[in-house]
């Protein structure tokens, strides 16, 4: 696992496009958002991303993608990440998920995140997320 800065942008966005094909984000976005106070990034070189962003005492994922699935990717990089924002002072992380997505809401159960909202047609396909919460 390594950190991310400015210069990972173009591999981010290859990892991104690969999970999220219908909606993927352009390196100039990971460039942007990487150079802003509070966000930070981790690559694991076996096929993952994430993007975090801490502001004050809390922690939000603004994105994680995985392209090697069932290999512990996932697990890793949320745990950078609440290692990461735990560091900076937050003591409770935020996310959205898809509702239908089940892999990444068992990992999300299985960190400890708990469902707080829900944020109906949130997806461009209409789909519904879920907030999820975590008190670290």
């Not at 094909?21 to 096929?47: K, M, N, R, Y």
């Not at 560091?87 to 990444?104: I, P, Q, S, W, Y």
């Amino acid at each position: 696992m390594i950190p991310a800065l400015p210069i990972h942008a173009a591999a981010m966005a290859a990892v991104h496009a690969e999970v999220f094909p219908e909606a993927p984000w352009p390196a100039d976005h990971f460039a942007v958002l990487l150079g802003q106070p509070g966000v930070s990034g981790f690559i694991d070189t076996g096929g993952g991303i994430l993007l975090l962003r801490v502001a004050a005492d809390e922690a939000e994922i603004l994105t994680i993608g995985v392209t090697a699935r069932r290999r512990g990717i996932g697990r890793r990089l949320l745990a950078q990440a609440i290692a990461s924002a735990r560091a900076a002072g937050a003591t409770a992380m935020f996310l959205e998920v898809a509702a239908d997505n089940k892999a990444a809401n068992a990992l999300y159960a299985g960190a400890g995140f708990v469902q707080v909202g829900e944020r109906r047609g949130y997806y461009p396909d209409g789909g519904d997320a879920l907030v999820l919460r975590l008190d670290i």
